[in-house]
């Protein structure tokens, strides 16, 4: 009966074995090009588990977390609570989130983002699109509109008490920004500005302008979408009010 059921085990590490293989050759062949979500997960967790099939921790990993977004974005003792997963493979999810975050972070670094935003938009979705409280972060830029650097100011539900003018002015002269580009997440994934997000950017808008700083921009970014101050008028709207004000 143990030589059987040593057979079986044998047998099933064995499958396990080269299904992993073939899901690390279809990456090296062709990058995440046909790979289901779970795929992806389950190459990630079979690199610090061996001989154990993860397909199943894959699986149970994305219905606890709803999407792969969702996985990466998920706290080490919410990972660790889901059967096969462990603080080694817990370690490794972080840390790909991290150098993802990083390298889009490099990437938009002196780079003109305002007459080719595809990039930021790409590094504002990683960075906020799936946090679960709202963050309100600033991309400094210089006189050419290239990046300097960006950063998160404000943590927690945007009122006009909990994001200080003073803060950001003081960020901003301290990277010789000459510009700025504001976003914040929504978790509810209704990227609508509230009537606080409007008011608090007029505010800052008016703030940065009387020390000759330019307000490009403020994104609202959604797990569904995101939201565009400048393109829906607003900013130029802001502009307007600020010349009608100091005429």
Do not use: W
């Amino acid at each position: 009966m143990k030589t059987v059921e040593k057979n079986l085990q044998t047998a099933k590490t064995t499958t396990s074995a080269g299904h992993r293989e073939r899901l690390r050759e279809r990456f090296l062949n062709g990058g995440l090009e046909g790979f289901h979500d779970y795929e992806v997960v389950e190459l990630l967790l079979s690199l610090n588990t061996p001989r154990k099939d993860c397909k199943q921790s894959a699986k149970a990993l994305l219905k606890r977390f709803k999407s792969f977004q969702g996985v990466l974005e998920a706290g080490h003792k919410q990972l660790c609570e889901i059967p096969g997963v462990g603080p080694l493979n817990s370690l490794g999810i972080r840390l790909i989130k991290a150098v993802a975050d990083r390298y889009l972070e490099h990437k938009i670094v002196s780079t003109d983002v305002v007459s080719n935003s595809a990039d930021l938009l790409e590094y504002l979705n990683l960075t906020l699109g799936h946090r679960n409280k709202e963050v309100f972060c600033a991309v400094f830029l210089d006189a050419r509109n290239c990046v300097l650097t960006s950063k998160i100011l404000f943590e927690g539900t945007l009122t006009t008490s909990s994001v200080y003018p003073r803060e950001v002015i003081i960020s901003a002269l301290q990277h010789n920004a000459a510009a700025v580009i504001f976003a914040h997440n929504h978790p509810s994934g209704n990227v609508e500005p509230s009537q606080s997000d409007i008011d608090i950017t007029r505010k800052l808008f008016f703030a940065l302008k009387y020390i000759g700083i330019i307000l490009h921009e403020h994104m609202i970014i959604g797990k569904q979408g995101n939201y565009s101050f400048a393109a829906q008028g607003l900013i130029s709207q802001f502009n307007k009010d600020f010349q009608t004000q100091n005429e």
